[in-house]
């Protein structure tokens, strides 16, 4: 009785496990860059109550044995790092990475991060730097004068100055 009740509440465990990745995912379904994950679980050791292959007391053998799990526990969860939908914003510093990679990011004590959310802005120096005010590695300044920002898919960022028709100037 009390192995039955074991098994049974390490199952409601992992599937409260489950529900709170899926809301998780759900919850942040509408913010930028974010990757869902999904739970990966696997069964708990078996005990044997019968071994199989026995003689009964009548002389017939025991087809096999009789083994009583102990449930099931969580094992990882996976972020799920497919491409993303792309919503188009007009802004030019709204950008988006084409399969794997990320954007480095340079934090207030010095150390780098990473991240998939590309809603960038300018701030009072006119550094390229997320909604948080983190600024990319390298950093990217856009000049005062700048009339156009373009990036090219290989991440080379470009900018037409004002005056300037038809060059444009490269600045990281």
């Not at 098994?7 to 995912?25: E, F, R, V, Y």
């Not at 799990?69 to 030019?92: C, E, M, R, W, Y």
């Not at 856009?142 to 156009?148: G, N, Q, V």
Request: charged share 20%; net charge negative; glycine share 12%.
């Amino acid at each position: 009785m009390m192995r039955a009740m074991g098994s049974a509440a390490a199952g409601m465990k992992a599937q409260q496990l489950h529900i709170d990745t899926i809301s998780n995912n759900l919850a942040n379904v509408n913010t930028t860059g974010f990757k869902r994950s999904h739970a990966e679980f696997q069964d708990l050791l078996y005990a044997k109550v019968a071994p199989g292959g026995q003689m009964t007391a009548d002389g017939r053998v025991q087809p096999g044995a009789v083994e009583v799990g102990h449930g099931v526990k969580l094992v990882s969860t996976a972020k799920d790092f497919s491409q993303g939908t792309v919503i188009s914003t007009n802004n030019p510093l709204d950008l988006m990475i084409e399969g794997d990679g990320f954007f480095q990011l340079r934090l207030p004590d010095g150390s780098l991060a990473y991240t998939r959310d590309g809603s960038f802005k300018l701030d009072g120096e006119r550094n390229v730097v997320t909604a948080m005010g983190y600024r990319l590695e390298p950093a990217l300044q856009i000049p005062l004068d700048a009339t156009e920002i373009s990036v090219a898919r290989d991440g080379t960022v470009s900018v037409r100055l004002q005056g300037s028709n038809a060059d444009t100037q490269e600045i990281g």
